[in-house]
């Protein structure tokens, strides 16, 4: 499985635990198998057999009642949700992992919900579902979770595989980018010392932090009549923009001298309002 190694762990481990269970979950779509929704005895029983078969699992079956009065039927709360939660037998497993199918009797709906720590760093966790399943199959989906379960420990592989492709990519995007910044700080204060321009190389970090890897470079270079150019670099474009800044700050004074009145090249933000056209004299009118 080719992932895109850009996106974060949590985006591609949920991506591939989907897939493992998008079709865990059958539907009877002839109508023909057993009614379990109409026999919540025979539903438990089963879902209790198929739990004491399962032997690299651990099972945990619980019973979920109405409490609203009008629900009572025959002198008891009615019977509403049904879920069978299975995780790892081994200990050490056992919270990294769990997959749980609800069966609501009342809406006749059942869900399967993922959730797992696996490959991740402490703390952090991902869930996934498949929802709103009507006219479950029990039987061929409890099928498809006892060969689910066999093949965890393939499945585990995987994920973990995934959680150690990313790392390592990170590793090498975290090495090129401590590379490329060695370069700017080498590179342009070599370059501009012998420009005979004024100068100065201003760091930047992600989130107004410091320390790591600077996000991006912003030099700023002294020019005539009181003007400033900043030129941002960051560690994908500085190789393409040191050989121009010197031609490109050429350009700019040539422009400025040119100019007959003052003018500043600035950037501006995604909250400028622009006026197109006859906009702002129509709106005069």
Same mark, same amino acid.
Request: glycine residues 4%; positive net charge; proline residues 3%.
């Given at each position: ?132 399943? %009507? ?94 150019? %900043? ?55």
């Amino acid at each position: 499985m080719a992932e895109n190694m850009k996106e974060p762990l949590d985006v591609l481990l949920k991506r591939y635990w989907c897939d493992q269970i998008r079709d865990l979950a059958k539907t009877d779509s002839m109508g023909g198998k057993f009614d379990y929704f109409g026999n919540p005895n025979a539903l438990i029983l089963k879902l209790k057999v198929f739990s004491n078969s399962l032997g690299d699992f651990v099972s945990e079956l619980k019973e979920y009642h109405s409490d609203a009065k009008y629900f009572l039927f025959k002198g008891r709360r009615r019977l509403e949700i049904i879920k069978l939660k299975l995780m790892p037998k081994p200990i050490r497993d056992r919270s990294k992992l769990e997959l749980t199918l609800s069966i609501n009797l009342m809406t006749r709906k059942s869900y399967v919900f993922l959730y797992s720590k696996i490959g991740l760093t402490k703390g952090n966790f991902i869930t996934v579902s498949v929802e709103d399943i %009507e006219n479950l199959d029990v039987e061929a989906t409890l099928d498809n979770m006892r060969a689910w379960a066999v093949d965890y420990q393939k499945n585990k592989a995987n994920a973990e595989r995934i959680a150690e492709e990313k790392r390592i990519e990170e590793l090498k995007q975290k090495k090129l980018a401590e590379m490329a910044s060695k370069s700017i700080e080498t590179i342009v204060p070599q370059m501009m010392a012998e420009s005979g321009y004024e100068w100065n190389l201003e760091s930047e970090y992600k989130h107004y932090g410091c320390g790591g890897v600077p996000e991006r470079y912003i030099l700023r270079i002294k020019t005539k009549s009181h003007k400033m150019i %900043e030129i941002t670099l960051s560690q994908k474009n500085f190789a393409k923009k040191i050989p121009e800044i010197l031609n490109v700050v050429h350009q700019i004074e040539q422009l400025l001298e040119q100019a007959p009145f003052a003018v500043n090249i600035l950037n501006y933000g995604p909250g400028t309002r622009w006026i197109k056209g006859t906009e702002y004299v129509e709106k005069l009118f």
